[in-house]
């Protein structure tokens, strides 16, 4: 049965309240679903919803978008947001409660057992965008004295209250993390056999003031279904899954393409956004990039006079100006993509400036030959051809070189390279190569053509 017919068979259930067949149609049904049905719901949702149990509520919760959970958590009363708190996983519940009113939090937390409430201010005081920000507290933890059938118990005991089980975790009595175990090693090893030889005790962790980038970078090098986060004297303190990290690599790819495309930071999702809003998002760096364009006019009215008697030259000019912000543009995001994957660091800049020289070299000989034949061609004007091939060749060379290099020197000042993206770079390259290219004209072309005074 499909999704859709899932969904529409349980808000019939619901409608008619069969609450003793709604637990059934749930095991079919995945949060996500409920939620984008809930959108299109045109009922009362608060009456359907009052209809589901605690824990699936809390799944529904902790499934929607950061800016959807307190308009769902605002549809009930304070009594049933206090049993849903308390079902939710522990990250998942920092998320919801940094978007309440601060007196609506702390009624929340007082609701709670009083280690869980601990452990939750615990992780409030981690930065949001860091490993402590984004993990949970709720995982296995087993000894190494125990057998694989004590394991198994263990698990049928306590496992439905870990965020994953891909992973169990060795603590010793003071909760050093010791090593961890697949889950796999113990489903297919015999009941009799101790848990022991299964530990591997190299462990990949990380500390919860990492950058959650840079945790998601372990993520993508390892594999792993899950990270330990340790303190510095490698206590347990709770751990950092995949589906936590797909949200930050959504998050931080939709953030670099905002700052590569010029725009602000905007929390929701397009359609969802307002027209004052998305012109707010957008204004602050199309003024800064409109006064800096004024350069170029600068410029230009430098060369006024040569322009006026060889209007011809004019009308090269957008197309060494395009040529050049889109070789830069290349550059540009092949490093940051980079620098985000951890394949290009800091040190490797010689590495890239050398690459990059000779990409641009190779590349603008080829666009120079090709120009210089079409400008030939049109104008039968040798000097002409020559002076523009020449320009756009010091223009790609100059485009890639500042393209590639401005990134790695934003990472070396603790900038964003997504900020050094195609608009700022665009700018930069504009006006130098609008330089160099009547320079070339006046010396070249121009100065073959009628003595310079």
Known sequence: MGEDSNVTKLFKLLQENSTNQISKALDDIHPADIIDALDEYEGDRTLLLSRFPIEVLAAIIEEAEDDEKGELFDLFSIEKKKEIVNEMASDELVDLLET???EEASDMLDSMDEEDAQDIKELMRYHPETAGGIMATEFVAIVDEMTIEETLKYLQTHGDEAESLSYLYVLNHDEILQGVVSLRDVVTTPFDAQIAPLINTNVISVKPELDQEEVSHIFTKYGFAS?????????MLGI???DDILDVVLEESTDDIEKMAALSHGEGTYLETGVFK???QRMFWLLFLMISATFTGVIIQGYEQELASFVILAAFIPMLMDTGGNAGSQSSTLVIR???LGEISNKDYLIVLYKELLVSGIVGLVLAFVNFLRVWLFYKDIMLALTVSCALIFTVILAKTVGSMLPILAKKLKIDPAIMAAPIITTIVDAISLIIYLHLAKL???GKTLPIS
């Not at 990270?227 to 206590?235: I, L, T």
């Open 100 to 102: 309440m009113d601060p």
């Open 227 to 235: 990270v330990p986060v340790v303190d510095e004297n490698n206590k």
């Open 278 to 280: 998305l012109s707010k």
């Open 240 to 242: 950092i899954t995949a």
């Open 338 to 340: 980079g620098m985000a």
């Open 444 to 446: 070249l072309y121009i």
